[in-house]
């Protein structure tokens, strides 16, 4: 069983502020969830099911790509033929 304190402890680590007014609903949650999950530990079933494996994804089709010049166009700067972006740090 999740208490307040646990609620208060995994609210810390997971970085979200919890109010005191919504510690008690996120603890009454987190225990049915709980209790949930030992449901389905207790649910039996030794049937295995069997599916025949199909491939869902259709075949690759190659197709022609637009112009270089015309992509470039569209872009807000570009350098030696490619499109440039800002620097990501």
Do not use: W
């Amino acid at each position: 069983m999740v208490t307040e304190k646990d609620v208060e402890h995994i609210a810390g680590l997971a970085d979200i502020g919890i109010n005191k007014d919504e510690l008690g609903t996120f603890t009454g949650q987190f225990n049915a969830i709980l209790d949930y999950f030992d449901l389905l530990d207790r649910v039996e079933g030794d049937a295995v099911i069997t599916r025949d494996l199909t491939n869902v994804m259709r075949e690759d089709e190659i197709t022609p790509s637009l112009p270089r010049d015309e992509i470039l166009k569209n872009a807000g700067a570009h350098e030696d033929g490619f499109v440039r972006a800002p620097r990501v740090m």
